[in-house]
């Protein structure tokens, strides 16, 4: 059981490059969630999912797509990074009826 | 949507001594109230929740209180311990089913061995 995962752990962009950050969880989570960290602001939500095929906009949805094709993962995608992106992204998984969230151990992201 | 301030942003205490973190609310219809607690270089990890039809909830040396009424929550840590060195976030639910968190801005606490 690895709860929930992050793909990649690290990775430098420079500005305009795409790539796709890639959460995965086998604990059978309904909702999935996509947060930014940046210092001194906690985590602001980009967007999340209630369900296999559904995706929604969160707190800070620009420059950033979503898909979630398969109820297990969830990804997020960056088409034209930018240096605004620099930032730690976690993500998390919930299960229907209960609150907690369960966080992936996160991914920096460097957008040079 | 919601909107959580959290107070004080550093916080530094002798071990063995109290913490308190408060935080406020916007959305009245929110009805969840999670602590999320985070080591350097870690994922943020559920420590304590409460919901908004109870008034204090206690988990050994963690307790949260809610005033409805007022809008605010608070986190107290007792008999503090290095180990409680961290940042803690507080959160607010909010959207159609609750099923959104508004996260606080975070509190660097240090205990002071």
């Known amino acids: 059981n690895a709860g929930v995962t992050q793909t990649p752990k690290f990775r430098v962009l420079k500005t305009g490059q795409s790539m796709t950050l890639l959460c995965a969880q086998d604990m059978n989570h309904e909702y999935m969630y996509w947060y930014r960290q940046d210092p001194g602001m906690g985590l602001r939500l980009i967007h999340y999912s209630v369900g296999e095929g559904t995706t929604a906009k969160g707190e800070v949805p620009d420059g950033y797509n979503v898909s979630r094709l398969k109820k297990q993962n969830f990804l997020l995608g960056l088409e034209s990074a930018a240096p605004s992106q620099t930032s730690v992204y976690f993500c998390a998984g919930r299960s229907g009826g209960h609150n907690e969230q369960f966080f992936g151990p996160g991914t920096r992201l460097t957008v040079l | 949507g919601e909107n959580v301030e959290q107070h004080p942003s550093t916080l530094s205490v002798q071990e063995g001594d109290s913490a308190v973190i408060k935080c406020t609310y916007s959305d009245s219809a929110s009805n969840y109230f999670p602590w999320y607690k985070q080591e350097l270089g870690k994922r943020p990890q559920l420590i304590i929740d409460i919901r908004s039809n109870v008034g204090e909830k206690k988990d050994q040396r963690i307790a949260v209180t809610l005033n409805k009424t007022a809008k605010h929550f608070s986190l107290h840590i007792t008999e503090t311990q290095p180990e409680d060195s961290a940042v803690y976030f507080c959160?607010?639910?909010f959207g159609f089913g609750n099923e959104k968190l508004t996260f606080g801005t975070g509190t660097r606490l240090t205990i002071i061995p």
């Open positions: 959160a607010a639910s």
